[in-house]
């Protein structure tokens, strides 16, 4: 894993966005890299567990997968063209994004989500 999780998890619980945007949030998120699967567990809108588990799709609320490539490009500290959020990420270069309304509702979350593991990220490694 290239994301360090407590550092992640510190982040995440000190952030004041992030708590604001995910502060209805019931259910799991699931990040799905290629070499394992980190899952965000919320309760009442608050993180109440980040762990590297393997959840089912159906079991999480919103789920986010790509390949080395895509992620390496989306975590980069300032990424390229359309690899600043996940909604562009998804639309030009094919990373999976969930397609309910949790997604959508929680996009400035996933985003956010997504700026607080470029900063947890371990110095030189690849996605």
Not at 38 to 54: I, M, N, P, S
Not at 74 to 100: A, E, M, W
Request: charged share 25%; net charge neutral.
């Amino acid at each position: 894993m290239t994301i360090n999780l407590e550092r992640f998890k510190q982040l995440a619980l000190e952030d004041f966005e992030f708590k604001r945007e995910t502060r209805y949030l019931n259910g799991i998120i699931k990040c799905d890299f290629p070499a394992g699967n980190v899952a965000l567990h919320f309760e009442d809108g608050k993180l109440v567990k980040v762990e590297e588990a393997g959840y089912d799709d159906d079991k999480c609320t919103i789920v986010i997968r790509g390949t080395g490539e895509q992620w390496e490009a989306l975590l980069q500290k300032k990424p390229q063209p359309f690899y600043q959020c996940l909604q562009s990420s998804n639309i030009k270069h094919g990373l999976h994004l969930s397609n309910n309304n949790e997604t959508f509702a929680y996009l400035p979350a996933l985003n956010r989500m997504t700026t607080l593991m470029r900063n947890a990220r371990l110095e030189g490694a690849a996605a």
